[in-house]
């Protein structure tokens, strides 16, 4: 007989078992899944039900199916609660460094390492983090200059499009300090959009203006002399 197709499996993910699902860098791991099982052997499929259960690991954001010896498969953790709450807790802890720090452009920073640790382990959950970051400390000056300079640590792709997206609204804001970390953001990613990006942006500021001016012409050379090279 056909293999059983009618089993729902894990969040939702119908008819895929969670061997299959692929996680970032990890995969959801399983033993004996018995969706695996035809149903001419649906009496030892039923026993597998009986001693399954699957773990939602907080951590590697990854589900480990253990043993349980008391009834059949219990989902134990909701996904979406665990996600939600690895990025209140991003939120809350950058947050609480930027507000007791003393930020100074071209130092690295306690939120700025922070960000960067998270990148590294949690990469899937960045651009989540960075807007509501963004959305909730909009009236912070210093949570919000803080955000633009760690994100612009991060690699250009790597953070897009979210990072650009945070930038692009910081140059429109009403704060001077706030639209100059926008430009700052711009200007350390290096990358050949910001010329185009910042080109149609008008400060309003005469001295900020000239920075953003002087900003383009040098990403404007660096391109010219990487295209003569090439």
Not at 203 to 223: P, S
Request: some cysteine.
């Amino acid at each position: 007989m056909a293999p059983l197709h009618d089993t729902p499996f894990l969040l939702g993910k119908k008819n895929q078992p969670p061997s299959t699902i692929e996680n970032n860098n990890s995969i959801y791991k399983t033993k004996n899944d018995p969706a695996s099982f035809p149903r001419r052997n649906e009496s030892l499929r039923s026993q597998y039900d009986e001693n399954l259960f699957f773990k939602i690991n907080h951590e590697s954001d990854s589900y480990t199916c253990i043993g349980n010896d008391t009834g059949p498969s219990v989902f134990v953790a909701n996904r979406e609660t665990a996600h939600h709450e690895i990025i209140e807790t991003a939120k809350k802890e950058f947050t609480e460094l930027a507000r007791s720090e003393e930020f100074e452009y071209g130092m690295v920073s306690q939120s700025e390492k922070y960000l960067l640790k998270f990148m590294e382990n949690k990469s899937i959950f960045i651009g989540h983090v960075i807007n509501k970051i963004f959305l909730d400390e909009i009236s912070d000056k210093k949570v919000i200059i803080s955000l633009l300079n760690a994100i612009s640590s991060i690699d250009y792709k790597l953070i897009h499009p979210f990072g650009q997206t945070i930038a692009i609204a910081a140059l429109s804001n009403e704060s001077t300090e706030i639209k100059e970390a926008g430009i700052r953001a711009y200007e350390t990613w290096g990358h050949k959009e910001s010329i185009e990006i910042l080109r149609y942006i008008c400060c309003g500021i005469d001295w900020l203006d000239e920075y953003r001016k002087n900003v383009i012409a040098d990403l404007a050379k660096t391109y010219e002399l990487h295209n003569t090279q090439n």
